[in-house]
């Protein structure tokens, strides 16, 4: 048996549908110890000891320390939980005290809480704002900096027959699709694109005489394949001619809501897909992709099913795209940042089906360490432990919101990536562009979509931040923040070339509290930065770029412009020629005869900044 943790007498278990409850295992994880708290600048810093086994923490606070307790909500985030410690609370006021405590996270729900509450008290801002200090080691031995942002990305339709869904102004939205494509391809690296709708009535058909037309899906992966990038094969939104309600729909595109008429029957559909594929274009290049299965639609969204029914379509699945060619990775994806990801492990151990790897989405949040329960499978069963996915993260759980297209999602990115190289084999940033949200057209060219880009392709804030983290060169090298909000609000990722010639730092400072997305003066700082292992006394160049709400922002000089809903033609232009990431040259400097380099910079929040030093 998988061995999760059961949440204790009154925790939270998973949402779900009939049929849904919480998992059996071991006793509930303790609570975690050593809680600590700081006053900060603008916040309240807590840390405490990370517990064996804990996919994440819930941080609650009240007003009193005889409570009640709740937990800190985000704002628009799919679970309160954070994958770590340490956390800055930034919905506080300064002068006023807070008490916390922390339980540990399961896919169950929240473990029991500390047992003594500890009290902060944020501090207000100075005429100065509060300080940090970066130190990079750049003469440490470089390690690889694994590219968990690049592996895929996501895309809520594959790309549209020409003209099927028109632009702005009448533009080609699926040629700007494909353009959005070779952008973050170029730009970011990406590799791989994560699909909704593999089964959609534009792409798969059911014939009268009950076989399967795959002529639509054909045309949407070519275009995938021809621009250089692979799909991840998304096995979800089952066809309506097999749905047992087929005028039960969701989205806009008319994905199957209902449950299945015939299990038998969408075997028999996952099998001949995976047969067309590998004879279209190959077997060995088929056993390279990823096939996951949809939890889409969840349990909540099927009338007629439950929790088992969803899990048995994954063990349909997995077993029919086995059965074609074993080397095919297949794996399913769970619909929220930890629920259901246990339960599916313990119905594959008892059901011996196969499993892959594991997906998840998170929103808003940083994604939580799985690992828990991949490597309680991998015990359990004596198989290989099931690789962690991230196939879907955006800045917020909720659509339209103004935080996405705006300086606050770029830090917010930068934090996931780097809670995601500890424990996961990607994160794909949710979506490539505002063309494809699932709700329709974009509304405005500044409407909150989750995209990357806007409609027009110009670059969103985080997009740039992808690219500074792209652009990092070497080896990772080790980065260590102290000072207000250290680790917390104030992170950082450095590489080095390794002989003293480059070094790149990229420091960033954000929130996960969206209450805070404008932006809040008590939480700027201003960052040393110092890069010692450096040549001595060498000179070195250095090179600053800017991501905030004064730099590399469109909707920012959108705004400037007036607004609106859609640009003209003029102020397309004139965007377009704004849409820059500016590489800054600051003075060179020196290394001291130790191999130091000291460079300072403003860090606002939101904001981030990348330095690079490379030798004269």
């Given amino acids: 048996m998988i061995t999760t943790p059961t949440a204790p007498a009154g925790g939270t278990g998973p949402v779900g549908c009939s049929g849904d409850r919480p998992l059996t295992g071991t006793l509930a994880l303790p609570a975690p110890t050593g809680l600590r708290s700081q006053d900060g600048t603008g916040h309240v810093l807590l840390d405490w000891d990370p517990v064996d086994g804990a996919l994440g923490y819930v941080v609650q606070r009240s007003d009193s320390a005889d409570g009640p307790f709740v937990p800190l909500d985000h704002g628009e985030g799919d679970v309160p939980a954070v994958p770590r410690p340490p956390y800055a609370d930034t919905r506080v006021e300064a002068g006023r005290g807070y008490w916390y405590k922390v339980a540990s996270w399961t896919d169950a729900g929240p473990g029991p809480l500390t047992p003594g509450p500890v009290r902060g008290c944020a501090r207000a801002r100075g005429i100065d704002p509060a300080a940090v200090a970066v130190r990079v080691d750049a003469g440490a031995a470089p390690v690889p900096l694994r590219g968990v ?54 792409r798969v058909t059911v014939r009268p005489d009950g076989t399967f037309d795959f002529t639509g899906l054909d045309a949407a992966l070519d275009r995938l394949l021809a621009a250089g990038l692979e799909p991840v094969v998304e096995l979800s939104f089952p066809p309506t001619g097999l749905a047992a309600d087929p005028r039960d729909t969701v989205l806009t595109r008319g994905g199957g809501g209902s449950a299945l008429r015939d299990p038998g029957r969408y075997g028999e559909l996952c099998r001949e897909l995976t047969l067309h594929l590998c004879e279209r274009h190959g077997a060995d290049e088929v056993a ?9 639609p969840a349990p909540e969204a099927l009338r007629t099913g439950t929790q088992d029914a969803c899990h048995r379509r994954y063990g349909t699945a997995a077993r029919a795209v086995k059965s074609v060619d074993d080397r095919i990775r297949v794996g399913w994806r769970s619909p929220g940042a930890a629920a259901r990801v246990g339960a599916l492990l313990e119905f594959c151990r008892r059901e011996d089906v196969p499993i892959d790897f594991v997906s998840a989405r998170t929103r808003g949040d940083a994604p939580l360490d799985l690992r828990p329960l991949t490597r309680s499978f991998a015990r359990a069963t004596g198989r290989p432990e099931p690789e962690v996915l991230w196939t879907e993260r955006g800045v917020t759980a909720s659509r339209f919101h103004p935080a996405d297209d705006s ?37 405005a060219l500044f409407h909150g979509g989750s995209g990357l880009l806007t409609a027009g392709n110009l670059r969103k804030p985080r997009y740039w931040a992808l690219r500074l983290l792209s652009g990092l060169t070497g080896g990772r090298v080790p980065a260590r923040v102290t000072g207000d909000g250290a680790e917390a609000l104030v992170e950082s990722l450095a590489t080095a070339a390794g002989d003293g010639t480059r070094a790149d730092v990229l420091v960033w400072n954000g929130t996960p509290d969206r209450t805070r997305a404008a932006g809040a003066a008590a939480l700027d700082r201003a960052a040393l930065v110092e890069v010692r292992g450096l040549t001595p006394d060498a000179v070195y160049d250095v090179t600053l770029w800017r991501v905030d709400e004064g730099h590399a922002d469109i909707r920012t000089v959108w705004e400037a412009m007036g607004g609106g809903d859609w640009p003209d033609a003029e102020q397309w232009a004139r965007l377009r020629a704004a849409d820059v990431l500016p590489a800054e040259p600051l003075p060179e400097v020196a290394a001291n005869p130790d191999g130091t380099v000291s460079l300072s910079v403003d860090l606002p929040m939101p904001g981030v900044r990348s330095l690079r030093l490379t030798r004269a």
């Fill in 149 to 202: 942002w690049k592996r895929t990305i996501g895309s809520a339709h594959l790309p549209l027959p020409p003209g099927a869904e028109p632009g702005p102004g009448g533009a080609d939205a699926d040629a700007e699709h494909a353009e959005a494509v070779r952008i973050v391809l170029g730009g970011i690296g990406i590799r791989t694109v994560r699909a909704h709708g593999t089964f959609l009535p534009e």
């Fill in 407 to 443: 300086a606050f999602a770029a830090p917010s990115v930068l934090r996931a990536v780097k809670s995601a190289l500890a424990s996961a084999g990607a994160l794909a940033s949710w979506e490539a562009t505002d063309h494809m949200a699932r709700t329709g057209p974009p509304p």
């Fill in 288 to 296: 390279g992709w990823l096939f996951e299965v949809g939890s889409e």
